[in-house]
């Protein structure tokens, strides 16, 4: 199976149960239309304790079928948020969050191109809440 992956596609959604539920599904259209596409989610964990765990439960209870196993997902790191006295407005502080995943970002595609049998980077679908400086990415 893996020597029909011609081309990987790499999505960034904002984290968000509802941002990744809606990642899933149209990766599983795009990866059920053609057998040569793979499609990589880059997993953002929304700020907070227990947040993140809803994510990966929902990951974990997809079926384990043959399109779900041409969709691979990369959990980010996060960095320590700030303490709680520097706290800036919602809006500038959920910027900062996002464009403090970059380096990640930049880490898994690194990583993933470098892996031997991956498939040609055919290009990246971003969520709209995380296209601030994504041109940076």
Known sequence: MAS??????????????????????????LVNRDQRLSVTILVIQPPGPSSGSVI?????????????????????PQDE???MGD????????VDFIKSHRKYVKSAVADLLSQA???????FVVDMFCTCRSTEW
Request: glycine fraction near 8%; proline fraction near 12%; charged fraction near 15%.
């Open 4 to 29: 029909l992956v011609a081309a990987e596609l790499v999505f960034i959604p904002c984290p968000g149960l509802g941002h990744i539920r809606s990642t899933v599904e149209i990766a599983k259209v």
């Open 56 to 76: 990966t439960a929902y990951i974990e209870s997809l079926p384990k079928n043959t399109s779900i196993n041409r969709i691979s997902f990369v959990p980010l």
């Open 81 to 83: 948020p700030p303490p």
């Open 87 to 94: 706290q800036k407005p919602s809006m500038t502080s959920f």
């Open 117 to 123: 049998g991956s498939g040609r980077l055919a290009g």
